[in-house]
């Protein structure tokens, strides 16, 4: 009995070994709190860590919903000889303000396309963008959102941001938006949006901790995390806090006692309380800065 036990239990831990990732390198977009690997798509590394179902399970399934409300889809090029997807409200008159939004890592679902139109009633008049990350596709179950992960291709993310900030063109006044996988994009979009970057709004997106990158923002940034999220935790949201200082950037963080996905009302972990005062900081900040 001695010798089967010991065998099995060298078995166990063998496959153990053999099935745990290995260890990540840095990417030049990280993705949610995953990081990358510099691979032209995301990489093994990365594919394993979107089926993990230890990941998968800070990804609730967002419970069913249809959005019914205003807006259109429109498409637009895009730097890489492709086109991209964006729902798009358009202001009531001529402005040169916009919001681009970032979905999760769901992809542009429903709720995303709510979330879009709750800011594009409140800021009043200004083009609110949802863009479209996974050129059309959607999940609704955590395993499907990781495939979604696992196929996107750090370029083809970047490509779309590009083809987005110059659909709106070059006199384009920007604040970009996003969650989790869109709040990560949200930071990556005002890199890339330059000096007409006016603001930024992060909600428990895994931030960017390149201070050589971070010193290209033309703006500041505003960011909302839980203390429970096991994901973007508190350590890394704090050595973002230090990297900004050092690369002379101003942001301002406000921590909530919630986990990861707090403020997503179609997340069964949804702390309404919190998403309530996040949004009317969001909002009060968005206004401010495009002087809406």
Known sequence: MKIVFIT???????????????????????????????LPGLGNDMSAMAADPAFQRLHVAPLPF?????GEMVKFSTPDGQSANGFLLKAKKPSNKWLLVYQEWWGLNDNIKQQ????????????????DMYDGKVATEPAEAGKLMQGASKDRLMSIQKGAIAYAGSKA??????WCFGGMLSL??????????????????????????????????????????????????????????KAGEK????????????????????????????????LAYLKDKLKA
């Open 173 to 178: 006044e920007f604040a970009s938006v996003g």
């Open 8 to 38: 099995g239990l060298t078995f166990i831990m063998s496959l153990i070994s053999y099935l745990k990732p290995a260890q990540p390198q840095e990417s030049a977009i990280p993705l949610c709190h995953v990081p990358a690997t510099e």
């Open 116 to 131: 879009s139109e709750t800011f594009y009633n409140d800021l009043k008049d200004v083009n609110v963008l949802a863009v």
């Open 251 to 282: 942001v301002t963080v406000k921590m909530y006692d919630a986990g990861h996905g707090f403020a997503n009302p179609s997340n069964p972990v949804y702390n309404k309380e919190a998403a309530a005062d996040a949004y009317k900081l969001a």
């Open 188 to 245: 990556q979009s005002a890199m890339l949006e330059g000096k007409q970057a006016k603001g930024c709004v992060m909600y428990y997106g895994r931030p960017e901790q390149d201070v050589e990158k971070l010193k290209t923002l033309d703006t500041d940034v505003l960011g909302f995390f839980g203390s429970q999220d096991k994901g973007i935790t508190p350590e890394s949201v704090k050595a973002f806090e230090e990297n900004m200082g």
């Open 66 to 70: 249809t959005y019914t409300g205003a």
